[in-house]
Structures are given as C-alpha cells and as structure tokens.
C-alpha cells in the first residue's frame, strides 16, 4: 500500500548534489527547487521554492566534511519541510557522520552519535535511509525507523566480476580485515566471494596514528582484499597493506571500503602504499582536486533509488541485500 500516493518530493543540501540528481533520473522524478545556502557569518539558510504539503519528502544530505555546516543543512532542511506541512519526512543520509563518537572511550567522554540522532529526531524526520554505519548498534540510538543499506552487495558484484571465478582460483584471494573490529563485515563480504579471511591485529597509540602488531592467517603468495566500512586518514588501513608485504609475504594488495572521507595525508599515503587499487562508493563525493590513478568509485545512487521507491511504497527492502 502507498501511504502518500505518487506526491514525492526529493530534496538535497549541497553535500553531494550529483548523488541526488542520479537518484532522481532512476526514479523518474524531478529534483525538488529549494535554495540552501550560507548567509556570511556561517548561519545555514534554507528556502523550499515548491509545496510539500502532505507530500512524502526525502532529504539525501551526507555529513561529510564540512560535517557540521552538512549537518545544520540537514536539520534546518527537516525542520522547514516540517513547518511546510509535509506528510512525512525521511533523512536520506548515505554517509553519517560521528558514527565513530558511538560510545564512551574513556571518562567524560560524549556519546556524540546518540547526540546527532537526537537531533535528527527532533529536528523532524520521520525515519532515516543510510549505508554502512561505523557501528551497526547506532541504528538503535534513533526513536523512529532507520533502514540500513549495505555497501557489501556492490563490493562483491564488482569483485566477482573483476575475478571471475572460471578464471582465477580463489583459493589464491584472502579477504583481509584492517582490523579487529571490521571482521563482521569483512567475514560476510568473503563468504559472498568464496574466498578465506584474515585478520590484521594493531595497537593505536593515539587518534589517528596506530602500529600493526601481528596478521591471523595466512596470506602468503595470496592476492588480498582489505574489506573496511571507512577510511579517514589511511593510516590503519596501508600499515595493514604493509604489513601484509612485508610481514605476510602477500602478493598483491587490493582495497576497498564504503565510506572515502580522505581526510589530510589520506591521498600521499594511498599512493605511496602497496594498494595496487582503492575502490568506494559514492556516499561522499569524490574530491575534485586531488585525483589519484588508483582510486576507483562505485555508484551506489541506483540501490538508494530502489530503497526510496520500497519506502514510498511501504514495501519490504530486503531485496537489497
């Protein structure tokens, strides 16, 4: 049953204004006019050019960088969409940012996820559609529905396709997780490529900088895949790459992860590793001004357009996975 007819209205900030056009032209609908924009002394304005009374709105906003003025867009976007009597409204967020603030590392530490899907709440969505949070937990940290897409569907399409299983062995291929807390997810995208799974043990000194201790499993003469659900700064991830050279004895190193945040010496760091390629879907927009030869991204606007269309219609989204 279609709870709001065919009245849907598709809006987006100015996080990723190509993800949301991509999902319009799959849906067959036009982009909604609304002007977002930043008065000088950084207040987020927001003006919605056309009614959504009753209307069933999506707001595709990802808080990436700038992750506070994305955010404030998003809030401000909800509330005015609420106060324009629209019939219900969805948070469209492909990559959700403090999703690493999930719980209280040390003492008087805040639990900025919970903060932020609070605000969300408040601000007036109606239920939220994202991919691959960093913790699957905070999808328990909202009050209203949250649909949960998977960037791990995409990943194996394009591996099983790039390594066909009637041409290489996958005997030869080792699924790699960069770290303890990824084997979840690293475990389930190997079993979809039939290939074994390894594990890469670190120790962080501190935020942003980490050692690499030992590797579980073996991986030598193997072609491995680092499977992660982000990658910030690129440190975890290529002293995992190295290590699995130097101390494994790897034969070639492929990487991919859902969430490209790419923050400071990410790029130096990417090109100067063993990473052969680095592949991510497009929750957060490629960087313009720093191209790499060994980036790669996957369109994942399609699979949201699809979500969209069983959210409207009060369909089931399992097939998307």
Do not use: W
């Amino acid at each position: 049953m279609i709870a709001y007819g065919d009245n849907i209205k598709i809006f987006c900030g100015n996080s990723n204004p190509q993800f949301a056009e991509t999902i319009c032209r799959s849906l067959g609908v036009p982009l909604g006019r609304a002007e977002v924009k930043t008065f000088a002394d950084g207040e987020v304005s927001v003006s919605l050019e056309e009614t959504v009374r009753g209307a069933d709105v999506f707001l595709i906003q990802s808080t990436c960088k700038p992750v506070n003025n994305n955010l404030m867009e998003l809030l401000v976007m909800t509330d005015a969409c609420r106060r324009a009597s629209a019939g219900r409204i969805t948070a469209v967020i492909p990559y959700f940012g403090y999703a690493r603030q999930d719980r209280k590392a040390k003492s008087r530490d805040p639990i900025s996820a919970k903060l932020v899907a609070n605000m969300i709440t408040a601000a007036g969505a109606d239920r939220v559609l994202t991919m691959d949070l960093h913790a699957p937990q905070i999808q328990g940290f909202f009050d209203i529905p949250l649909d949960h897409l998977l960037g791990n569907p995409t990943f194996v399409d394009y591996y099983l396709k790039k390594f066909p299983e009637d041409v290489y062995n996958h005997d030869d291929f080792i699924v790699v997780s960069p770290d303890v807390g990824s084997v979840g997810r690293a475990r389930a995208f190997a079993a979809k490529v039939h290939m074994g799974l390894a594990i890469v043990d670190k120790r962080r000194q501190k935020a942003n900088v980490c050692e690499v201790m030992n590797i579980i499993g073996d991986v030598r003469g193997k072609t491995c895949i680092l499977y992660d659900d982000m990658v910030d700064t690129a440190g975890s991830l290529c002293n995992a790459a190295k290590a699995l050279v130097e101390a494994g004895g790897a034969k070639a190193i492929y990487a991919c992860a859902t969430h490209g945040v790419l923050s400071g010496p990410a790029f130096e760091r990417i090109e100067n590793s063993p990473i052969q390629e680095m592949v991510f879907v497009n929750t957060i927009p490629q960087q313009q001004n720093t191209p790499s030869g060994k980036l790669k991204y996957l369109d994942v606007a399609p699979v949201f357009a699809r979500a969209i269309e069983h959210v409207h219609g009060g369909t089931s989204i399992a097939d998307l996975f």
